[in-house]
């Protein structure tokens, strides 16, 4: 299982001050050191956090893979194309939300998918980027990103999260979703609201082959350190692992 680590919140950080500390670059290379495969960042159509010259740099100083977040902003996909990141997740975004609520609603435009995310989907598959889309783990979800023809989803987990201490039928929903579109010849990622106590039940659906996790670890960077966060997180996953 690929483990990508969400730096946004060290931006956000930076931002709150709007100085130059702390470097959301330099704690993305850190988070490799201590073991992340990959390092996911969202461009928002705001800027409240990440920047456009923190995603050319990330893309330079980066050793793993880059997972850029992104609306259908034409600026946004157009900085996408020339950077060409490892992959691309599609997400909805909404200015006055604190974070992305739910999945892409891919039945805008009367039941047809929204022609600009078919057009920035094409563009970036174009230059040989991986394309994912941020779903909600239902099956409808699931069969128009299947259409739309691209690599990956990645299945939204904040139900979940909200939830698993309550109910199990969050868990089974994203066991069934990981399993149709592993069986539409979809990668599964997964992701949102994971943290220390939860991840784990997730990290153990066999269909999931990446997760992007942020909030959480950056938050307990401030306690122990970004390393050690980030190997804390990648031993609860690899113990709740199977295969
Ligand atoms: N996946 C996607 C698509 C996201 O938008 C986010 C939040 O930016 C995450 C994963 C990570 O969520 P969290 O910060 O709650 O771990």
Known sequence: MRFFVNVDHVATVRQAR?????DPVAAAVACERAGADGITIHLREDRRHILDDDVMRMCA???????????????????ATDLKPHHATFVPERRE??????????????GRPDPRL???????RGVGVRVSLFIDP??????RAAELGVEAVELHT??????????????ERLQ???????AAGLAVHAGHGLTYRNVQL?????????LNIGHSIVSRSIMVGIESAVSEMRALIAAARVD
Request: glycine share 4%.
């Open 18 to 22: 709007r100085t130059d500390e702390p």
């Open 61 to 79: 100083a980066i050793a793993t893979h880059l997972n850029l977040e992104l609306a259908t902003a034409d600026d946004i996909v157009k900085l």
């Open 97 to 110: 939300e604190i974070t992305t609520e739910g999945g892409l609603d891919l039945t805008v435009d009367s």
């Open 118 to 124: 078919k057009h920035a989907i094409a563009t970036l």
């Open 138 to 143: 239902d099956k409808t979800s699931i069969q």
């Open 158 to 171: 904040g139900e979940y999260a909200n939830q698993y201490r309550d109910t199990n039928a969050p868990l």
């Open 176 to 182: 069934e979703a990981a399993n149709l579109a592993e």
């Open 202 to 210: 997730v990290a153990a659906i066999p269909e999931i082959e990446e």
